[in-house]
């Protein structure tokens, strides 16, 4: 089965001298996402400091949630999208250890959108 997985990293957040307070508000957002769990296999989770996942097992809400995410957050938000098979266990808990079998693409752009400094929408 393919799924949908959303990943999302706060630009220059390591800069910020609010980054508490922002992570507090990625929080209480993903926590509000996630109620509506309709189309998550696994939910909005906090990976690495400001850096997010989530895995669909429908694409009907994503860009609704992007656009929901934008607009509360006060940053830029970089994300990448990824379809495909999952090659680990899916957690319904916890989007963590979830390596999708075309990951690494994401990371790659995502990397690469860093070093550019760039908070551009990848698709």
Aim: net charge positive; aromatic share 8%.
């Amino acid at each position: 089965m393919r799924y949908l997985v959303l990943i999302g990293d706060i630009v220059a957040s390591r800069n910020s001298a609010r980054r508490h307070d922002l992570q507090e508000q990625m929080k209480a957002v993903f926590a509000e996402l996630n109620q509506n769990n309709a189309g998550l296999i696994s939910p909005y989770t906090l990976t690495l400091g400001d850096e997010f996942q989530v895995v669909f097992n429908q694409a009907d809400r994503v860009f609704t949630d992007i656009f929901a995410i934008l607009a509360i957050l006060p940053v830029k938000v970089r994300f990448s999208l990824g379809l495909g098979a999952i090659t680990t266990d899916l957690n319904p808990v916890q989007a963590l250890g979830v390596t999708l079998q075309y990951q690494w693409r994401i990371g790659r752009v995502l990397f690469q959108r860093q070093c550019q400094r760039s908070s551009r929408v990848t698709l």
